[in-house]
């Protein structure tokens, strides 16, 4: 069964960091791409960023370039997402999402998601 | 940057069929999928590369995808179906999701 749970949420001032992980399992975890998708409260899907499944590859919204950073560590099945130069704009809940059959969109699983709040 | 415009909201009866569509700029060009989330819940992939239905995702889901405009199709639509829902495609090194189109099923 494919899980996805992420962690390392939580209240933040603006100008600051804080950094996701999404532990994976139920899956060949580096063969697929993955991705990371927000919504902040009461709105829309908004996707953040996406890497390969080598990790070679990487790609983000304007929304986030040069503030965040994505990355895998494909020996640990684990996602992360670096976010520096926090604004309040950024308070969403943050899910990770596999791609289907190694596509950076189609999202076939995703998981339940970590709230990050920015405010002083 | 490439967008893609949904309805805000459709309404329709138990045991018709809703309509939800999904514009943007040569978007027949690409592959479009939708998703369905309700509330406190995660999205679900409900129709993927234009009209193939992900395992477990019933027949009365069904999607088309020509010039500027995706389209999803739920016949005989039941109250189960009542959720918000978004389109996606790629586009040149993005995705982009639709605004979403809240279906409510009176």
């Known amino acids: 069964e494919v899980q996805l749970l992420e962690s390392g949420g939580g209240l933040v001032q603006p100008g600051g960091s804080l950094r996701l992980s999404c532990a994976a399992s139920?899956?060949?975890?580096?063969?697929?791409?993955m991705s990371w998708v927000r919504q902040a409260p009461g709105k829309g899907l908004e996707w953040v960023s996406a890497?390969?499944?080598?990790?070679?590859?990487?790609y983000y919204a304007d929304s986030v370039k040069g503030r965040f950073t994505i990355s895998r560590d494909n020996s640990k099945n684990t996602l992360y997402l670096e976010m520096n130069t926090l604004r309040a704009e950024d308070t969403a809940v943050y899910h990770c999402?596999?791609?289907?059959?190694?596509?950076?969109?189609?999202?076939?699983?995703w998981g339940q998601g970590t709230l990050v709040t920015v405010s002083s | 940057s490439y967008e893609l415009t949904q309805p805000p909201s459709v309404s329709v009866s138990p045991g018709q069929t809703a309509t939800i569509t999904c514009s943007g700029d040569?978007?027949?060009?690409?592959?479009a999928c939708w998703y369905q989330q309700k509330p406190g819940q995660s999205p679900v992939l409900v129709i993927l590369?234009?009209?193939k239905r992900p395992s477990g995702i019933p027949e009365r889901f069904s999607g088309s995808n020509s010039g500027n405009t995706a389209t999803l199709t739920i016949s005989g639509t039941q109250a189960m179906d009542e959720a918000d829902y978004y389109c996606?495609?790629?586009?040149?090194?993005?995705?982009?999701f639709g605004g979403g189109t809240k279906l409510t099923v009176l």
């Open positions: 590369e234009d009209n």
């Open positions: 040569k978007l027949g060009d690409k592959f």
């Open positions: 890497i390969s499944g080598s990790g070679g590859n990487t």
């Open positions: 996606q495609a790629w586009d040149i090194s993005t995705t982009v």
């Open positions: 139920g899956f060949t975890f580096r063969s697929y791409a």
């Open positions: 999402a596999k791609g289907h059959n190694g596509s950076y969109y189609n999202f076939d699983y």
